[in-house]
């Protein structure tokens, strides 16, 4: 299983960024999907979820300025960020776990057994 994040770049604060986590070796379709990030000094911290029926989640922090979605055909996630705050800062992980109960929500880093290698993430003012 492989997972490669890429799209992270410098911005300003109130710009967009649009992330992407392209994956390999996994029944995407029936793979939860996970983004989180992690600032210096920091741990890592969940930032949303998309379950393999498409339900979605976020962290209070970025509600209403991010979204998630997949592409089950290519086998990819994408993290749409909006209105971005220096607070937003940090490396961001994809991660992957197969689909579990519908009830259950996979918040933790420990829920997710796959993870991608980073893009860094940098907002100023």
């Known amino acids: 299983v492989q997972l490669q994040a890429s799209g992270g770049g410098s911005v300003q604060a109130g710009d967009s960024l649009r992330l992407s986590c392209a994956t390999s070796g996994l029944s995407f379709s029936a793979f939860d999907m996970g983004w989180f990030r992690q600032a210096p000094g920091n741990e890592r911290e969940f930032v949303a979820v998309?379950?393999?029926?498409?339900?979605?989640y976020f962290a209070d922090s970025v509600k209403g300025r991010f979204t998630i979605s997949r592409d089950n055909a290519k086998g990819s996630v994408y993290l749409q960020m909006n209105n971005l705050k220096v607070e937003d800062t940090g490396v961001y992980f994809c991660?992957?776990?197969?689909?579990?109960?519908?009830?259950?929500?996979?918040?933790?880093?420990?829920?997710?057994?796959?993870w991608g290698q980073g893009t860094l993430v940098t907002v100023s003012s």
């Open positions: 991660a992957a776990r197969i689909r579990g109960a519908v009830e259950f929500w996979p918040f933790a880093p420990d829920d997710y057994p796959y």
């Open positions: 998309i379950k393999w029926v498409g339900s979605t």
